[in-house]
């Protein structure tokens, strides 16, 4: 009789438990904002979870390539607005300055040229 309770407790489904374990594999994608050397989302590619206030040590990606101002489209998958400054932070200062571009949360832009930054971020600001 017991086999038969036990039996029937194993089939039963909890409310909810594939939510939690959607939850819990969502929680861990890690939101990235890429930038890449090329329109159209093309050539070397890097990516950012963070402030970087100066891309001159930066590498794209599988390269000894920098990343200063050398980025033509980016892709923002944050939840924040990230701004790219042309200018990096001097050594000492916490400010970029320059020109500027801002990245919408969950938003695109395959060609810089078309807003004047083509070629020139050297500092990303999360905001």
């Given at each position: 009789m017991l086999g038969a309770i036990a039996l029937g407790i194993?089939?039963?489904a909890v409310p909810?438990?594939?939510?939690i374990a959607q939850t819990s594999a969502e929680s861990a994608v890690v939101e990235r904002f890429w930038v890449f050397e090329n329109d159209n989302f093309g050539g070397g590619r890097k990516s950012y979870t963070g402030t970087d206030r100066n891309f001159e040590n930066d590498e794209w990606d599988g390269t000894s390539r920098s990343v200063s101002d050398g980025t033509s489209s980016v892709d923002n998958n944050t939840s924040r607005f990230v701004v790219l400054y042309a200018?990096?932070?001097?050594?000492g200062e916490t400010n970029c300055t320059g020109g500027q571009y801002t990245s919408q949360p969950w938003t695109a832009d395959s060609d810089l040229s078309n807003n004047n930054f083509d070629n020139r971020a050297d500092?990303?600001?999360?905001?």
């Open positions: 194993a089939g039963v909810g438990s594939a939510a200018n990096r932070a001097e050594p500092c990303a600001v999360f905001r």
